[in-house]
């Protein structure tokens, strides 16, 4: 069973930077498609980006196209949320989802993951 733990989550001030990461405690990384997902107060968790295990295929949500790039180190066992541009509207709590398979595809649906992490807080502040 994998295990997930993100990071680099903070307070940013609006029109700033973070970079979120998700370590995956298993040598199997590679077989691995990944998400991103958040889930603002009061608000149902909902899908941010999405990377297939091969590295090939991304998803975004519209919210976030052009600020917010998904990518991949395999040989870390990581993956990235680059988020640029933040606004106050992207606070919440980010989690980092895993869906183990044979095919390489691209997972928008939080319950075709089955691998979580435990969240990590960005707060923007206008």
């Known amino acids: 069973q994998v295990q997930l733990v993100e990071s680099g989550g903070g307070l940013v001030q609006a029109g700033g930077s973070l970079r979120l990461t998700c370590a995956a405690s298993?040598?199997?990384?590679?077989?691995?498609?990944m998400g991103w997902f958040r889930q603002a107060p009061g608000k149902e968790r909902e899908f941010v980006a999405a990377l297939s295990r091969s590295g090939g295929g991304t998803n975004y949500a519209d919210s976030v196209k052009g600020r917010f790039t998904i990518s991949r180190d395999n040989a870390k066992n990581t993956v990235y949320l680059q988020m640029n541009s933040l606004k106050p509207e992207d606070t919440a709590v980010y989690y980092c989802a895993g869906d183990f398979s044979l095919q390489s595809r691209v997972r928008v649906r939080a319950t075709e993951y089955y691998y979580w992490g435990q969240g990590t807080q960005v707060t923007v502040s206008s």
């Open positions: 298993t040598r199997t990384f590679s077989w691995y498609n």
